[in-house]
Nanobody, 128 residues
């Protein structure tokens, strides 16, 4: 069983920055596919970013078009933590942000159903 705990969400003005963190339990964290999703009120959960291990100890990152160039996903395997650095925030980025993990190397990282574990979410509010 993997437990995920997000932190870092808060109220920020448009144009500002935030860094979300997700601390994970588990002995093989370095091989987990880690993703960030978000859900705004009245909307479905949507993919934000993911980071996936690949052969050769390389990590690949993936982003939704809406955040590409503004958000950066990274991980620190020594700390069992994945981060989401969010810059140039916009009001439309307001949502509850969820961290997700899969113990498998999944091919379709943007599909929520591919992930096995989820955090409780952290609220990000961007004011205009």
């Amino acid at each position: 069983q993997v437990q995920l705990v997000e932190s870092g969400g808060r109220l920020v003005q448009a144009g500002g920055s935030l860094r979300l963190s997700c601390a994970a339990s588990g002995r093989t964290f370095s091989s987990y596919t880690m993703g960030w999703f978000r859900q705004a009120p009245g909307k479905e959960r949507e993919f934000v970013a993911a980071i996936r291990w690949s052969i050769g100890n390389a990590y690949y990152t993936y982003y939704a078009d809406s955040v590409k160039g503004r958000f950066t996903i990274s991980r620190d395997n020594a700390k069992n933590t994945v981060y989401l650095q969010m810059n140039s925030l916009k009001p439309e980025d307001t949502a509850v942000y969820y961290c997700a993990a899969s113990e498998n190397i999944i091919s379709v990282v943007a599909t929520p159903q591919k992930y096995d574990y989820w955090g409780q979410g952290t609220q990000v509010t961007v004011s205009s």
